[in-house]
């Protein structure tokens, strides 16, 4: 069974940026999608971003397009989100999930979820 592994949050101050990765264990990500969500509290969880098992097809919330950069090396088997010009609005656990299809993912079905990293932008 697979193993999400969710790294890289930190509190920041707004405007600054953070590098999240999602490594994956157990088996390959090769073929799958990957989708990082956030859930702020008090508030559901969205999707903020979505790749294709290649990291050629991929999704962003509008909130945060021009300003994220969802990518992936399949050779380490791990995804990443890159996040530039944060705001506080932005602050929330961050997860990260797998499906086979990128359409599960963007409706909240995933295989295998991680536990979170917690991503906190000070104003």
């Known amino acids: 069974q697979v193993q999400l592994v969710e790294s890289g949050g930190r509190l920041v101050q707004a405007g600054g940026s953070l590098s999240l990765s999602c490594a994956a264990s157990g088996r390959t990500l090769n073929s799958y999608a990957v989708g990082w969500y956030r859930q702020a509290p008090g508030k559901l969880r969205e999707i903020v971003s979505i790749t294709d098992w290649s990291g050629s097809d991929v999704y962003y919330t509008e909130s945060v397009k021009g300003r994220f950069t969802i990518s992936r090396n399949n050779a380490k088997n791990t995804v990443y989100l890159q996040m530039d010009s944060l705001k506080p609005e932005d602050t929330g656990k961050y997860y990260c999930?797998?499906?086979?299809?990128?359409?599960?993912?963007?409706?909240?079905?995933?295989?295998?979820w991680g536990e979170g990293t917690q991503v906190t932008v000070s104003s």
């Open positions: 999930a797998d499906a086979p299809e990128r359409n599960r993912l963007r409706v909240g079905v995933g295989d295998n």
